[in-house]
């Protein structure tokens, strides 16, 4: 098909390819850096996650600027009146404070196997955003550029349509055409008239999708032609690529991220035990912060355990949820493998189809241009009329159409099937 589109399609001075495309796409697409973000939140929240299996260590600084002590009045053996003790606290504190977890029932292990399943499922989704506005990119580009070939195709039309109706307008005058010519001829010109208004809107609506798609507010005028593929591309097709594709890859992580995340729920009946020390570094003699020789120090350190006993069902209800949240995301990977699948068959017979319409309508712009020249020929002997030679010449220009939008049926369902497999059949650059 590249023939057609030199013959047809002359390029501006300022276009965009499809390799300037793909790289704007990369750093502009912002649902490629969002993808990328969800991907660096995940690896920051494994990184959170680790921070469990270390010990916790925490400081603190008391000072107390103005106090009263509390009392304790005690009444000692043979004394006539109580006597009041102050309760005296440091006014003046260091503290180092220590904790280290030992066993919670595998709640804190879980947790981490549910986010790092979280994180391995963002990277196969920042590959499927990749994948899939790559070739987002490449089906509009495409677009914007068959759009402008139609619209050459139709000013080509119009022009000729308008050669006619300004012979046939003279013919009339000359007693050669009738009335009935000129206003077929008129109504002819009508239609190219609204097609090309529409090929030019079909222009400005492609380029906006191709701007879309790309994250930029214009895009450039497309550039390049039209890849001819070949009918066997689709052969060699895995059948079971499509559970193979990296979104849905990402969602069976998903699904295994809530199941860690249900067997952590689970370990609320577990009693959780750990480390606990703890250093104190005090004034309780003066309440001089600087006076160092009246410091003392404290410190303890044991085992801590504490039992769940009960809470009212709200952990057992979490984790009611978790497991709730699993089926309905292992439903949704299940439907999305059906959908892929069918859709993969879809595609192929829809490749097959455009492929086979594509070489129809291209050898049928072979026929329509031999039938413009017998036209013109019978036309200049008189065995032809101008209603034969436009019949002709309006075949030709549906056919030079219909080429292209078959040419672009082929690119479209090819890129449809990679989609629904996450298979690459075609490099476009």
Do not use: C
């Not at 991907?39 to 929240?45: D, H, I, L, T, V």
């Amino acid at each position: 098909m590249r023939y057609i589109l030199s013959a047809l399609f002359t390029l501006p001075a300022h276009a965009l390819t499809l390799r300037e495309a793909l790289r704007s796409a990369q750093q502009n697409s912002p649902t490629l850096q969002r993808s990328a973000s969800q991907r660096r939140e995940s690896a920051a929240k494994v990184r959170e996650s680790s921070a469990q299996y270390y010990p916790k260590v925490s400081g603190a600084i008391n000072y107390l600027p103005a106090h009263k002590y509390t009392l304790t009045d005690v009444q000692l053996p043979g004394s006539p009146t109580a006597l009041s003790f102050p309760g005296i606290v440091p006014t003046t504190r260091y503290g180092l404070t220590a904790q280290y977890g030992l066993f919670d029932g595998l709640a804190t292990t879980n947790h981490h196997r549910a986010v790092k399943a979280l994180e391995s499922a963002s990277v196969h989704e920042l590959d499927w955003t990749q994948f899939q506005v790559e070739r987002e990119v490449i089906l509009r580009f495409y677009r914007a550029l068959v759009a402008n070939s139609l619209k050459t195709v139709a000013d080509a039309n119009l022009k000729t349509l308008v050669g006619h109706l300004n012979e046939v307008q003279l013919l009339k005058k000359t007693g050669v055409s009738t009335t009935f010519d000129v206003l077929r001829v008129e109504v002819q010109v009508s239609d190219a008239q609204s097609e090309v208004l529409n090929a030019t809107d079909n222009i400005t609506t492609a380029n906006a999708a191709l701007a879309e798609v790309l994250g930029v507010e214009n895009a450039l005028a497309a550039e390049g032609e039209l890849p001819l593929l070949k009918s066997e591309a689709v052969d060699a097709l895995e059948t079971n690529v499509a559970l193979d594709r990296a979104d849905l890859t990402a969602l069976a992580g998903r699904v295994e991220a809530l199941d860690y995340q249900s067997k952590a729920a689970a370990s609320h009946w577990a009693p959780y035990v750990g480390l606990v020390a703890n250093y104190q570094y005090y004034n309780n003699r003066n309440d001089r912060a600087e006076d160092w020789s009246a410091f003392r120090n404290a410190y303890e350190a044991g085992v801590n355990l504490t039992w769940n006993l009960f809470e009212g069902f709200g952990a057992e209800a979490k984790k009611r949820e978790a497991l709730e949240q699993r089926v309905q995301l292992d439903k949704t990977l299940r439907i999305a493998q059906l959908k892929a699948h069918q859709d993969s068959g879809l595609w192929k017979r829809k490749y097959k189809y455009f492929y086979s319409v594509f070489i129809s309508r291209k050898n049928n712009i072979g026929k329509a241009q031999e039938s413009v020249r017998l036209a013109r020929e019978g036309r200049r002997a008189g065995a032809r009329t101008n209603a034969d030679l436009l019949d002709a010449e309006t075949d030709l220009y549906r056919s030079q159409a219909g080429a292209i939008n078959a040419q672009l049926g082929v690119i479209e369902a090819l890129i449809e099937l990679e989609l629904s497999t996450g298979q690459k059949l075609y490099d476009f650059n």
